[in-house]
């Protein structure tokens, strides 16, 4: 039957206002998962601050700046592993991440045969699905081996660097850094190799046909057009290593105390939580979970800090 031309307006006028109800339906239906997730989060730190309640009001912030960890005495500190925490993840961060970009530029540019990219990115990929306890066990077997000898050459020859003043013997920081970085490689290398494909191709045809050379518009063009999702893609990574702990606790020495030498055994947050969570009681308990509450904490203040990158790099 024919559809009067009369009734096409009423016919279009509804189902206008069907598309505008199943808008404002997903518009709240992504509100109530975007508060649950915030309410999961609120959830989480409330729980923990409770369980570390009696340590907060023993030590306070003092805590943070206390180096003594002892369950004799009740005498907690935790400056030591977050020491540990911010240097072995700033260690990895400065490996990882001219690797990971440069292997995303390279994977996103039609430098190789589009067959060769797939096998590299399978094969990117596929160093996260890797369990961190393989890492570690490979780390202790292969990495350390190879490091000692690295280390033991550069506290020769440049031993009067404060870095490199501790003769490596075998577990510490530097491994635990560069475990660090080959677990966040494939964090930065995806994410940024999504935003350098996102970047629309007429940028690209711009810059060329202006005369740009392709490198010139690769760093110059694409890679300033990207650079909110290489930022998200780095904080990610930081937060992957901050929060690690399997690996981490096997490479790095487990020693609870601060040492300039990036050869030196040294201690995380996860780490600790890790080696003594299982044996602890009483007090113990609560400075562990304050342990906790301060990495929820470091972990929310990176997050804070690149989105405001991302919002500056943006209106700039």
């Not at 094969?123 to 306890?133: C, D, G, N, Q, W």
């Not at 966040?184 to 994410?191: E, R, V």
């Given at each position: 039957m024919a559809t009067n031309s009369h009734d096409l307006p009423s016919a279009i006028k509804s189902r206008s206002e069907g598309e505008k109800s199943l808008d404002r339906g997903?518009?709240?239906?992504?509100?109530?998962?975007?508060?649950?997730?915030?309410a999961t989060l609120l959830w989480i730190a409330f729980q923990v601050t409770i369980s570390a309640w009696p340590a907060i009001q023993q030590f306070g912030l003092g805590f943070l700046a206390r180096s003594a960890w002892n369950p004799v005495t009740n005498d907690?500190?935790?400056?030591?592993?977050?020491?540990?925490?911010?240097?072995?993840s700033f260690i990895g961060l400065l490996i990882a991440i001219p690797i990971g970009v440069g292997t995303a530029v390279l994977l996103s540019e039609n430098f190789l045969p589009s067959q060769v990219r797939v096998v590299l990115v399978f094969?990117?990929?596929?160093?996260?699905?890797?369990?961190?306890?393989v890492y570690?066990?490979?780390?202790?077997?292969?990495?350390?081996?190879?490091?000692?000898?690295?280390?033991?050459?550069?506290?020769?020859?440049?031993g009067w660097i404060p870095i490199f003043s501790t003769i490596p013997t075998g577990p510490g920081m530097f491994p635990a850094g560069v475990i660090l970085a080959i677990m966040?490689?494939?964090?930065?290398?995806?994410?940024s190799r999504d935003a350098l494909i996102a970047v629309p191709p007429s940028l690209r045809q711009a810059s060329i046909g202006l005369g740009a050379t392709r490198w010139e518009t690769i760093f110059q063009i694409i890679i300033p057009a990207a650079f909110s999702g290489i930022v998200s893609?780095?904080?990610?990574?930081?937060?992957?290593?901050?929060g690690e702990t399997m690996a981490v606790t096997m490479l790095i020495g487990n020693a609870n105390n601060v040492n300039i030498s990036i050869f030196a055994p040294a201690n995380?947050?996860?780490?600790?939580?890790?080696?003594?969570?299982?044996?602890?009681?009483?007090?113990?308990?609560?400075a562990l979970m304050y342990?906790?509450?301060?990495?929820?904490?470091?972990?929310?203040?990176?997050?804070?800090?690149?989105?405001?990158?991302?919002?500056?790099?943006k209106r700039m």
């Open positions: 997903f518009v709240w239906l992504t509100r109530i998962f975007a508060m649950a997730i915030a907690y500190g935790v400056w030591p592993p977050v020491y540990g925490t911010l240097v072995s094969l990117v990929e596929l160093l996260a699905a890797i369990p961190s306890v570690g066990v490979w780390g202790i077997f292969v990495l350390i081996p190879i490091l000692t000898g690295v280390g033991q050459w550069l506290n020769t020859y440049f966040t490689l494939p964090i930065i290398t995806a994410i893609a780095i904080m990610l990574a930081l937060g992957r290593a901050m995380t947050i996860s780490s600790l939580l890790a080696n003594q969570f299982s044996e602890a009681g009483g007090l113990q308990i609560a342990a906790a509450l301060v990495l929820f904490g470091l972990t929310l203040i990176v997050n804070i800090l690149a989105e405001l990158i991302v919002l500056r790099v």
